[in-house]
């Protein structure tokens, strides 16, 4: 079968060469200013995925949320580490913390004003994270996981997601908020909403599964 694969390739790379490029002859920024119109925000690329790929977003949030499940589920029946090593000396711990403090606030500029600048929900729930994970190494897990559910956020990022979908499903069918003033931060529909609520589940997410690698594999 190796000889089919290898002639596949040739013919489809002979169709490159052969045949041309398909590209509809459009005025330049025409694509962008049409997505920035039927958006409603300035951040095109943030219209694209919250409007024009709004399908696909979903199951890509309902893909990390199923990840976070499976990596608590294979990890259940291993032998928790009975003593996990953090970093204690001061340098570490005031850079780490610093650190934390600049990706929280950067976390919450990107959630709150993604659809206006470069940014989003998944970038802000990265930074998120990256704020959560340098706490990490930094804290007790023991301490880590009493705040965590004392804030409740496994309900929180389940929550997150259920409203998520809700909203990006009335969206598919068309109900939609008013866009509001183009570039203004109460602009754009949904699309703020939908940012703040991926910036949450990522950010939730990546903390419990801090929690889960730090508790079976140590800090890594």
Avoid: C
């Avoid at 989003?120 to 190494?137: E, W």
């Amino acid at each position: 079968m190796k000889w089919v694969y290898a002639l596949a390739g040739i013919v489809v790379y002979i169709k490159f060469l052969i045949l041309p490029n398909l590209v509809p002859d459009l005025v330049d920024g025409a694509i962008v200013d049409s997505i920035v119109q039927d958006s409603g925000v300035p951040n095109a690329v943030t219209g694209i995925i919250f409007r024009n790929r709004l399908y696909d977003t979903i199951f890509e949030v309902v893909v990390f949320t199923i990840a976070i499940m499976g990596a608590k589920f294979l990890l259940a029946d291993e032998k928790p580490f009975t003593k996990v090593y953090q970093f204690t000396d001061q340098p570490s711990i005031v850079l780490a913390r610093l650190g934390a403090t600049i990706a929280a606030l950067v976390s919450i500029e990107l959630a709150i004003r993604g659809h206006l600048s470069p940014g989003g929900g998944f970038a802000a729930g990265v930074a998120g994270g990256t704020a959560i994970g340098l706490v990490a190494i930094t804290s007790s897990s023991e301490w880590m996981q009493a705040v965590y559910k004392q804030w409740r956020a496994a309900t929180v990022e389940k929550v997150s997601v259920l409203i998520f979908i809700v909203l990006a499903a009335m969206t598919l069918v068309g109900l939609e908020l008013p866009q509001g003033t183009l570039g203004t931060l109460v602009s754009g529909g949904v699309i703020p909403l939908l940012n703040i609520l991926v910036a949450l589940k990522v950010a939730l997410g990546s903390w419990a599964a801090i929690l889960i690698f730090i508790r079976y594999r140590g800090l890594l």
